[in-house]
């Protein structure tokens, strides 16, 4: 199966600075990822749209000026948050969509922010 | 827009209970796909399965099985002779297509159900 990585896995920063979330697909072209936040114990909610070469869609109400993202090349992804405050600690996982029949969309496994 | 509900928050049971998780959805799309993913502790999805709208027979996977019913938007999932292994937060997410091949755009996930399996 296609396999889909996040690094790091785990981050703990201060409140005021910014940090830089990597999504990858390792064995497959993903024109398009997606980045999705949870927050404890609640679902996931997309945050944006990442198409390569392009500016990401964002959902409403996400600051695109605080969640910057980058899909420089097929594989990669990030997601920047900039001047992180507490509120938004939480578990950010992307997905990255293979072109196929079913148009197939892999999760990588999460990285949790903790902003202090 | 779309709308995912399940309405099971938690759900306990004993280990060997049949357990089944509830889902209703909304959409406005003839087309669509359902899914199924399973959360472990460890935060990372699971894909159990994808269904897509024209498609009704229930599916059976060993111990997980499937029941679609469009005309209640309902995509139910059961686990049989459930195990502790099977604790975890199960979530049920729907996608619009394009045309049949489109599986692959972003999802609407419901809020989740905990399941426990207990000894």
């Known amino acids: 199966g296609a396999v889909v990585s996040q690094h790091p896995s785990r981050v703990i920063c201060k409140s005021g600075t910014s940090v830089k979330i990597e999504c990858r697909s390792l064995d497959f072209q993903a024109t398009t990822m997606f980045w999705y936040r949870q927050f404890p114990k609640q679902s996931l909610m997309l945050m944006a749209t990442s198409n390569e070469g392009s500016k990401a869609t964002y959902e409403q109400g996400v600051e695109k000026d605080k969640f910057l993202i980058n899909h420089a090349s097929l594989t990669l992804s990030t997601l920047t948050v900039t001047s992180a405050h507490p509120e938004d600690s939480s578990f950010y996982i992307c997905?990255?969509?293979?072109?196929?029949?079913?148009?197939?969309?892999?999760f990588g496994p999460g990285t949790r922010l903790t902003v202090l | 827009a779309q709308k995912v509900t399940q309405a099971q928050t938690e759900i306990s049971v004993v280990e060997k209970e049949d357990v089944t998780l509830d889902c209703v959805y909304e959409?406005?799309?003839?087309?669509?796909?359902l899914f199924w993913y399973k959360q472990p502790p460890s935060g990372e999805l699971v894909f159990l399965i994808r269904?897509?709208?024209?498609?009704?027979q229930n599916e059976i996977s060993g111990r997980y099985s499937w029941n679609f019913q469009k005309s209640t938007s309902s995509f139910n999932f059961t686990i049989t002779a459930s195990q502790v292994v099977d604790s975890a937060v199960y979530f049920c997410?729907?996608?619009?297509?394009?045309?049949?091949?489109?599986?692959?755009?972003?999802?609407?996930f419901g809020t989740g159900t905990q399941l426990k399996v207990e000894l």
């Open positions: 959409t406005r799309d003839t087309t669509y796909y």
């Open positions: 997410a729907l996608s619009e297509a394009q045309g049949l091949t489109g599986g692959g755009n972003k999802l609407t």
């Open positions: 269904r897509n709208s024209f498609d009704e």
């Open positions: 997905s990255a969509k293979r072109l196929s029949t079913y148009n197939e969309q892999f």
